[in-house]
């Protein structure tokens, strides 16, 4: 089974595509395949990525919907859409935003009524020891927070319902 994320490069939209990941990772980008490596460095967010054999250094940054990343001494800025949200957005659940794993809720910034745009973050949960920021994915109105802070949630759960804007 492949796993394909859209990306905004320049301006212009691409696919990469996962073709398989043992004994090698093997991407495709726009129809093009490549064999990738990762050798983690010391430095946070640092590394040298091998494509196709050849190495490459590599420092990348999330900044809310965007990923920076410098390949060599070229600079890039990609729009990203974390996959729990693009597999949503897919499959028609726009409207409620569901636990991809299950934790426990730390924190809700959501109340039902309240206007919010894409990217405000709605709840922060808590999952295999990591803090993760749920957000909009659009622009809406709160239309129901089904947790409540302290409470624990299996995978699956809906967290919280959007109305879209009008």
């Known amino acids: 089974m492949s ?5 905004t490069l320049d301006g212009q939209t691409h696919t990469l595509t996962i073709r398989a990941r043992r004994p090698a990772l093997v991407v495709e980008v726009d129809g093009r395949c490549y064999t990738v490596s990762e050798n983690l460095s ?3 967010g640092q590394s040298t990525l091998r494509i196709d054999g050849r190495a490459h250094q590599v420092a990348r940054t999330r900044e809310g919907d965007r990923v920076h990343v410098k390949l060599d001494r070229t600079t ?3 729009a990203y859409e974390d996959p729990v949200t693009a597999a949503q ?6 409207d409620v ?4 794993m299950p934790g426990v809720v730390v924190s809700l910034n959501a109340t039902p009524g309240a206007a919010v745009a894409s990217g405000d973050v709605l709840l922060v949960i808590e999952s295999m020891k990591m803090q993760i920021n749920v957000v909009a994915h659009r622009d809406g109105t709160v239309e129901n927070v ?17 109305h879209p804007s009008t």
């Open 97 to 100: 935003l569901r636990a991809d």
């Open 76 to 78: 890039w800025s990609v």
């Open 3 to 7: 796993t394909s994320f859209p990306f």
């Open 42 to 44: 010391d430095m946070p």
């Open 146 to 162: 089904h947790v409540e802070v302290n409470q624990s949630f299996d995978k699956g759960t809906e967290l919280v319902s959007l």
């Open 89 to 94: 957005h897919d499959a028609g659940g726009d």
